[in-house]
């Protein structure tokens, strides 16, 4: 039976494939992978780019309006939208995602530095700490994805990968805050929701945990983790309702 690759392992091999400008390979995995996870800007800007390079200029103008409507301060997506555009030879259009992609910038200039370099750093910061994280280095790794965050705290994928490590760390409650933010920011982010529970559980608060499971299976009932965790706490429950009999 074949294993399902995960969100990363899908989001990593399409960047490869990208990187060797394989973009069908690229666009496949990442097709697979907005399916699973509608909520990330990233993968539908990186679509919209290998849409662009394809030829298929109109998909790529939907997949970058996508990007920008998830987060409209996006401006790589608002920049690449405007030079499809601008090829296209619709130049007002173009224009005005031009327009949008300064403005942007503009509303974030009030950080240490530019909106695309901080993305760029941002994305380093995440690449470096999952080599951390891949050589059993988990506190290097940590410090890696929390200056990831802090530079782009809309990077909803870096911020439940924070979270997660942090369960994985034993910082339950600290875990619990960092999801509970996520999920509130982005309330269909089935897999930060299914973290939450799992720090929640771990933290000794399993009624939280399954109330927050039983809201991932009522958004996607095919949810086959969440299905297992509530299967999990099932069976940790058994011994404790039957021992008093």
Known sequence: MAVEATADQLLARAK???ARNAYLAA?????TLAERHPEFPDVQNLMGL??????RTDEALDAFGRATGLNP??????LNRAITLNDLGRIDEARESFARAADADGEKGGGRFPSAAAARLANAHQELGDLYADAGGHEEALAEYRKAVELRPQFLDIRNKLGRLLVELGRHEEAADELRGLVEARPSFAAAR????LALLRAGRADEAEAEWRRTLAQNPEN???ASYLGMLERQRKPRATSGE
Request: with cysteine; hydrophobic share 40%; net charge negative.
């Open 16 to 18: 490869e494939s990208y």
């Open 27 to 31: 666009l496949g995995d990442l097709q």
């Open 50 to 55: 290998c849409l662009s390079l394809l030829g």
């Open 73 to 78: 301060g996006y401006v790589e997506a608002h």
């Open 194 to 197: 299914a973290n939450l529970g």
């Open 224 to 226: 086959a983790q969440v």
